[in-house]
């Protein structure tokens, strides 16, 4: 089994930053990968960003391309989310996720389903 715990969301005026933070414990060495979902107030569930473990390789979705930064340090288990030049639309409860087995496409890094660890999420507020 695997736990993830997020930390770092808050209040933010648009244009501002925020780093979420996710660590996790338990199975580590089973991690493949890590990935950021959120899911804003009456909306569905939406891929964020995602790295994988071996090799750093990085997602992310179109709407926080060039914005967020998804970064890893694998000696503390943690995956990093950078948020910077936030808008409204940002506005969110962020997950953490990890798959539970390896992911055979690319697509598969943005699916949810793929993914089998959930934190508890942390809440992110943009102010327009």
């Known amino acids: 089994q695997v736990q993830l715990v997020e930390s770092g969301g808050g209040l933010v005026q648009a244009g501002g930053s925020l780093r979420l933070s996710c660590t996790a414990s338990g199975r580590t060495s089973s991690i493949y990968a890590m990935g950021w979902f959120r899911q804003a107030p009456g909306k569905e569930r939406e891929f964020v960003s995602a790295i994988r473990r071996s090799d750093y390789t990085r997602y992310y979705a179109n709407s926080v391309k060039g914005r967020f930064t998804i970064s890893r340090d694998n000696a503390k288990n943690t995956v990093y989310l950078q948020m910077n030049s936030l808008k409204f639309e940002d506005t969110a409860i962020y997950y953490c996720?990890?798959?539970?087995?390896?992911?055979?496409?690319?697509?598969?890094?943005?699916?949810?389903?793929?993914?089998?660890?959930w934190g508890q999420g942390t809440a992110v507020t943009v102010s327009s």
């Open positions: 996720a990890a798959p539970g087995s390896t992911l055979a496409s690319t697509t598969d890094y943005s699916r949810g389903t793929r993914y089998d660890y």
